[in-house]
């Protein structure tokens, strides 16, 4: 039996974070595997192209893996996708934020879709004290999605947990 996209998305990602561990020290792919789960269940996107990307979406920034590695095992739309959120690392900060925020306002809006998990995965996971200083990635993300109309509800969804976290 062929295991699914998402299946080998998920053993790639498992194998590319190995070594890698979150602030809290959990296992990086934990992110990857909430971010994936974000798109599907709170977003309600089930494309298994999307949910491979979300499940890719840090490897080639922050593994041992490029954009021919991804192309190769998942073809060309999921490897564009992690291709845009990718930054890069080469370029000095300020530099390099502008450059991303354009990459990822010129992609497919599927990449801006796992943005916006991305985004929500990472504001749920913050230290409550360091959700200030995150504002700034949210709101980017919410600009560069408002456009977007297959966004809509993924947008909401972010913006909800933004004014359920202010009230607390």
């Not at 561990?21 to 909430?34: A, G, I, L, M």
């Not at 993300?141 to 359920?164: K, S």
């Amino acid at each position: 039996m062929k295991k699914a996209l998402w299946q080998n998305a998920a053993a790639f990602a498992a194998n590319a974070h190995r070594y890698q561990t979150r602030n809290d020290e959990r296992p990086y792919v934990s992110h990857c595997c909430r971010v994936a789960m974000t798109v599907s269940l709170v977003f309600g996107f089930d494309d298994p192209e999307v949910l491979a990307g979300a499940l890719l979406h840090d490897t080639i920034e922050d593994c041992d893996v490029d954009y021919d590695d991804i192309l190769e095992q998942f073809g060309r739309n999921v490897a564009d996708y992690v291709a845009v959120m990718t930054k890069d690392m080469r370029l000095e900060h300020d530099i390099r934020e502008v450059a991303y925020d354009k990459q990822l306002a010129d992609g497919p809006w599927q990449g801006r879709l796992i943005k916006l998990a991305d985004v929500y995965d990472n504001f749920t996971d913050i230290d409550p004290k360091g959700r200030r200083t995150f504002l700034a990635k949210v709101e980017r993300i919410l600009t560069l999605t408002e456009h977007d109309n297959q966004l809509c509800e993924a947008r909401t969804h972010l913006q909800n947990l933004m004014q359920e976290v202010a009230q607390c």
